[in-house]
C-alpha cells in the first residue's frame, strides 16, 4: 500500500470498500450475499490484478524471545563460538556475508535462494528491560497506545469492513491488533459453528443488535463471521503446488489463512503465535524443534501460495533475542536484538540492516540493536509517512521492499 | 522488617514503559488527526452500568456470582455484614465439595508419587478441583483470590514436569495464604518446586547464573516492572538465588523438594536495590531477597494495581488506600482488601468483563448446577482460551477485556449446552435466575448468552 500521508491515509479509506457489500446484506442475503462479496473481493485475485492497494499482511511473532544468533549464526565472529562453548553451532547452511542459517531452518532456503525471503539483522525495540511483556508491548504498540496493527487497520478502514478483515490465529487477541477496528481471534474455522436452532440464532441476532460496548461489537462481528463462513468448507480446502503442511498449531493456523486469502472473505491482516521461544536451559533440547515447526509451516505456507506469494507480506519478529553468553542450564537468558524475517510481498531477499557485532556488546552482554521493530514494519506497511501509524519514525528500513 | 531501599538507577532509563505510553497516549498521534479520529470512532466504549447493588456487585467480583437466594439473604445481611463474611470466609465447606475433591489424588499426593499417574490425568485432576472449588467453595472470596494469586504466582503445566508439581503449589503456596500474610506467601512459593522448576532455578548455579527466576520474582511477584530495580539487580537476585534447587537424587528423602545445594551457590559479596549483602551468607541470601522485596513500596504499589484491576478497573485514590494497608499491615490480604470492598468504586464503577473460568463458574452457580467438573466442562474452558494452568508465559492469564472480548462464539455455545443440559457430568437445577441477577430473564440459553451477562 502506498500511503503517503496522513491526509491521504484517511481519503484513501472509502475507495477501497467499492466491491464489498455491506454487512446487512449480508445479513439479510446470507450465503447468496457473500458469492457476490467473494468473486469481488478476493484479496489474491485483488494482488495479481493490481487493482486495489490492498495487499495483506501475515504477523507471526515468536514469544518469549528467539535466540537469533542460533538461527542466522554469525559464523565469521570468533566471538560467538567463545561465549558459547556447548550451545554455538558448528554446522550451518552458508548465507553468505560471514552467516549461516541453522539446518532446522532449511526449509526456508528456497525463499532465501530465491530472493523471495530477506533477513533484518539485530531487530528491536527501545525496550530495555529485558522483560518478556514489557518488550512484547513495545513492539506490539509500536511507540503509542493501542496496537500499531491497529492503527493501521483504522487508518485504512473501508466503509463496510468485512468481518474477517483482521483475525488473530488463536484464544485472545494479541496486543497488535486491540483498540482499532474489531478483529477476530479464531482458532480453528471447522469449529466456528454456532450450536443451537434457528431461534437461539434469532434471539443473538436480538440481543447483539445494537450497542457500541466491547462485548455488543464483538458479538456482531461473530455473527457476521459466522455468515461469512458458511459459504466456506475447510475441510475441503486442498493446498496448491504440492504444499504439504506439517502437523503443528502454526502451520494448521497459516493453512486456514491461506483458505481465507484464497476465499476472498477481505482478509487484510493475520497475526499468529508461535513459541514459547524462552530456551533458558537446555537449549538444544528444544530450540531446533522450534525452528523446524517454524520453518516447516512457513515453507508450506509459500509453497501454498505459489506466485500469489508477492502480493502477500509475511513478517516474522520476536521481542528480543538473548544473551551472547550461554547459562548455567545450557540456555541463554534474555537479550535485546533478534533477525526478523520477511518472506514474499515484493521483498527484496538478502541481509538488510546493520549488523552491530559481537566485539561491541550492551554492557549487559547483548548484541545492541541495530534496527527498530517500527521502521521494518512501516516498510512492510508500504507506509510512505510511517509516523501515521508508529508515532515520531520517519523512515521506514530502506529498500527492504522493491 | 525493612528499609524501603532508594531505587538504584544504573542504566539509562529503560525503554518506553507500559504506563509512560498510557500517559501520553491521549496526544501521541495528536500529529495525524485523521488516524487519530478513526480511532477513537473504536475506542471500546464500556457498557452503561447495570444497575447491580453494591451488594450483587460483590457477589460477583468478591465471588464468582450467587447461587439463587444469595443476593436476596446480601441483601437481608446489608452491605457491611456482607463484607465482614467475605473477609472473614470462615463458613465451613459444604460436604459434596470434600467428597467430589477426595477424588482428585494431585491434591493428595507428592509430586514424586504422582509420577506414576499419567500426566493428563494429574491435569485434569487438578482443574476439575479448581472449578469445583470456585463453583461449591462456601468463601467466595478466598476462591476468587486463589485464582488471583495462582494468576499472579503462574506456573504452566505443560513445562516439564510441572503438571506433577502443581498440586503441592496450589496447597501449599496458593491457598493457605490466599486471605493471609503476603511476605509468607512469597516465602513458601520460593520453596515451591513447582516454582523453582518452572522458572529454572534449579539450573542457576555460582558459575552461570540463570536469571529467569530472579526477574520474575522482581517483575511479577513483588516489585512490578516499574519497581525501580535494574537489571545489575536481576543478576545479583540470581546471585543470591543460585545454588536452591529441586532435589534430585532418587534416595533422597526430600527427592522432588526445594533443596540447597551450598557447592552451587554463588558466595560472594551482593548488592541487591541498594542493601549490600555481605560474603558468606549461603542459604540466607535467599531470606536477604525476600526481606528486601516482599514489603517494598513498589510491590505495595504493583499489587494495589493489580487488585484494582481485578476488583474495580484503575482507580487512583483507591490505589494510595490500598498501597498503604498493603504496607501497613505487613502486606495482610485481608486487610489490603477491604478499602477495595468497602470502596464505591466496587459498587459503582463500570462493569468488568468476566473472563472465561468467570463466566462458566457464574453459569453454574446461577443455574444451583450438578456438575463433577470435569473433562466436558473443562473442553469448554479449553475453547474460551483459559484452561487451569495452561497459560505458559509467567504472568498468568490476561485481565483486560481487550484480550478477550475478540469473539462470543464459544461463549454461546457453552451458554446454550449448559441451559439445555447437553453438558456431560453437569445438570442444572434451574430456579430462577432473576433470584440470581435482576436481568435474569426466562430463557435461560439467552440469559446466559446475551451481553449483560458477561459482564459483572
Known amino acids: 500500500m502506498d500511503v503517503k500521508t496522513c491526509e491521504e491515509m484517511a481519503a484513501l479509506a472509502p475507495s477501497t470498500s467499492a466491491t464489498v457489500v455491506t454487512r446487512r446484506s449480508v445479513l439479510l442475503g446470507g450465503a447468496l450475499g457473500l458469492v457476490g462479496w467473494m468473486t469481488a473481493r478476493s484479496a489474491l485475485a485483488d494482488v495479481s490484478l493490481s487493482k486495489t492497494p490492498t495487499r495483506p499482511i501475515v504477523h507471526v511473532f515468536l514469544r518469549g524471545g528467539a535466540d537469533g544468533l542460533n538461527m542466522v549464526v554469525p559464523t565469521h565472529e570468533k566471538a560467538y563460538f567463545d561465549a558459547r562453548p556447548t550451545l554455538a553451532v558448528k554446522r550451518s547452511l552458508p548465507l553468505g556475508e560471514g552467516f549461516g542459517l541453522h539446518s532446522a531452518l532449511a526449509p526456508l532456503l528456497p525463499l532465501w535462494e530465491d530472493g523471495k525471503m530477506a533477513i533484518v539483522h539485530a531487530v528491536g525495540s527501545e525496550d530495555r528491560s529485558r522483560s518478556h511483556f514489557e518488550a512484547m508491548a513495545a513492539m506490539e504498540r509500536g511507540g503509542a497506545n493501542g496496537g500499531w496493527l491497529a492503527r493501521y487497520l483504522a487508518a485504512t478502514e473501508p466503509k463496510d469492513p468485512s468481518p474477517l478483515r483482521a483475525i488473530a490465529h488463536g484464544d485472545t487477541l494479541p496486543e497488535m491488533l486491540r483498540g482499532g477496528p474489531p478483529a477476530l481471534a479464531l482458532r480453528s474455522l471447522d469449529e466456528f459453528r454456532l450450536a443451537g436452532d434457528a431461534s437461539f440464532r434469532a434471539t443473538l441476532d436480538r440481543m447483539y443488535a445494537d450497542g457500541r460496548d466491547a462485548v455488543r461489537v464483538a458479538g456482531r462481528q461473530t455473527l457476521a463471521t459466522l455468515d461469512a463462513l458458511q459459504a466456506l468448507d475447510p475441510k475441503a480446502y486442498r493446498p496448491r503446488h504440492g504444499a504439504k503442511y506439517p502437523e503443528s498449531d502454526l502451520a494448521g493456523g497459516l493453512k486456514q489463512v491461506a483458505m481465507l486469502l484464497r476465499a476472498g472473505v477481505g482478509l487484510e491482516a493475520a497475526c499468529l503465535d508461535h513459541g514459547v521461544w524462552d530456551t533458558h536451559v537446555g537449549q538444544d533440547g528444544f530450540h531446533p524443534r522450534l525452528m523446524a515447526e517454524l520453518s516447516g509451516a512457513l515453507a508450506a505456507f509459500a509453497t501454498d501460495l505459489g506466485p500469489e506469494l508477492d502480493g502477500v507480506t509475511i513478517v516474522v519478529m520476536s521481542e528480543f533475542g538473548r544473551r551472547v553468553g550461554e547459562n548455567a542450564g545450557l540456555g541463554t537468558d534474555h537479550g535485546r536484538a533478534a533477525p526478523a524475517f520477511l518472506v514474499g510481498g515484493g521483498v527484496r531477499g538478502g541481509f538488510h540492516g546493520p549488523w552491530p557485532g559481537l566485539a561491541d556488546l550492551d554492557p549487559v552482554g547483548d548484541l545492541r540493536v541495530g534496527t527498530d521493530s517500527r521502521t521494518v514494519l512501516a516498510s512492510a506497511l508500504r507506509l510512505k509517512d510511517p509516523s501515521t501509524v508508529f508515532p515520531g519514525v520517519r523512515e521506514g528500513l530502506a529498500g527492504l521492499y522493491v | ?456
Open chain 2, 1 to 456: 522488617m525493612v528499609e524501603p531501599a532508594p531505587p538504584l538507577h544504573e542504566e539509562a532509563p529503560e525503554g518506553l514503559s507500559r504506563r509512560s505510553l498510557i500517559a501520553g497516549a491521549a496526544t501521541v498521534l495528536a500529529g495525524c488527526a485523521p488516524v487519530a479520529r478513526r480511532l477513537a470512532r473504536h475506542a471500546e466504549p464500556l457498557p452503561a452500568p447495570s444497575g447491580a447493588t453494591p451488594e450483587q456487585r460483590l457477589l460477583e467480583r468478591a465471588g464468582y456470582g450467587g447461587r439463587p437466594g444469595d443476593l436476596a439473604r446480601a441483601h437481608g445481611e446489608g452491605r457491611q455484614a456482607l463484607v465482614e463474611r467475605l473477609l472473614a470466609a470462615d463458613a465451613p465447606e459444604e460436604a459434596r465439595l470434600g467428597l467430589l475433591l477426595s477424588r482428585v489424588d494431585a491434591l493428595h499426593a507428592d509430586s514424586i508419587e504422582l509420577m506414576d499417574v499419567p500426566k493428563a490425568r494429574v491435569l485434569e485432576g487438578l482443574q476439575t478441583a479448581a472449578l469445583l472449588r470456585a463453583t461449591y467453595g462456601a468463601n467466595p472470596l478466598r476462591e476468587r483470590m486463589a485464582e488471583f494469586w495462582a494468576d499472579h504466582l503462574n506456573v504452566y503445566a505443560g513445562k516439564g514436569d510441572m503438571t506433577f508439581m502443581l498440586g503441592m503449589d496450589v496447597e501449599n503456596v496458593v491457598r493457605p495464604h490466599a486471605l493471609g500474610s503476603f511476605p509468607e506467601m512469597i516465602r513458601a512459593s520460593m520453596n515451591s518446586a513447582a516454582m523453582v522448576g518452572y522458572l529454572d532455578n534449579d539450573r542457576n548455579d555460582k558459575a552461570h547464573p540463570n536469571e529467569n527466576y530472579a526477574r520474575e520474582l522482581l517483575e511479577l511477584h513483588t516489585l512490578g516492572v516499574d519497581g525501580g530495580y535494574t537489571q545489575r539487580d536481576v543478576m545479583e537476585v540470581a546471585r543470591c538465588l543460585s545454588g536452591w534447587t529441586i532435589q534430585k537424587r532418587f534416595l533422597s528423602l526430600n527427592k522432588g523438594k526445594v533443596v540447597f545445594d551450598a557447592d552451587q551457590h554463588d558466595d560472594g559479596a551482593k548488592t541487591v536495590l541498594g542493601h549490600s549483602i555481605p560474603p558468606g551468607g549461603g542459604e540466607k541470601d535467599a531470606a536477604a531477597v525476600w526481606s528486601i522485596v516482599c514489603l517494598h513500596p513498589a510491590t505495595a504499589r504493583h499489587l494495589a494495581r493489580k487488585l484494582l484491576s481485578r476488583f474495580v478497573g484503575e482507580s487512583p485514590v483507591l490505589q494510595a488506600e490500598v498501597e498503604r494497608a498493603f504496607l501497613e499491615s505487613k502486606g495482610d490480604v485481608r486487610a489490603t482488601l477491604r478499602p477495595i470492598l468497602e470502596s464505591s468504586e466496587i459498587a459503582e464503577g463500570p462493569p468488568l468483563l468476566r473472563r472465561p473460568f468467570d463466566l462458566v463458574v457464574a453459569a453454574l452457580r446461577a443455574t444451583d448446577a450438578d456438575t463433577d467438573g470435569g473433562p466436558a466442562l473443562q473442553e469448554y474452558l479449553r475453547v474460551m482460551g483459559q484452561p487451569t494452568h495452561e497459560w505458559p508465559m509467567p504472568d498468568g492469564y490476561p485481565v483486560r477485556t481487550e484480550a478477550w472480548a475478540s469473539t462470543m462464539l464459544p461463549r454461546w455455545n457453552f451458554a446454550y449446552a449448559v441451559a439445555n443440559d447437553a453438558v456431560p457430568g453437569t445438570s442444572i437445577q434451574y430456579k430462577n435466575p432473576a433470584d440470581v441477577r435482576p436481568d435474569g430473564g426466562r430463557d435461560l440459553a439467552a440469559w446466559l448468552a446475551s451481553p449483560e451477562f458477561q459482564w459483572m
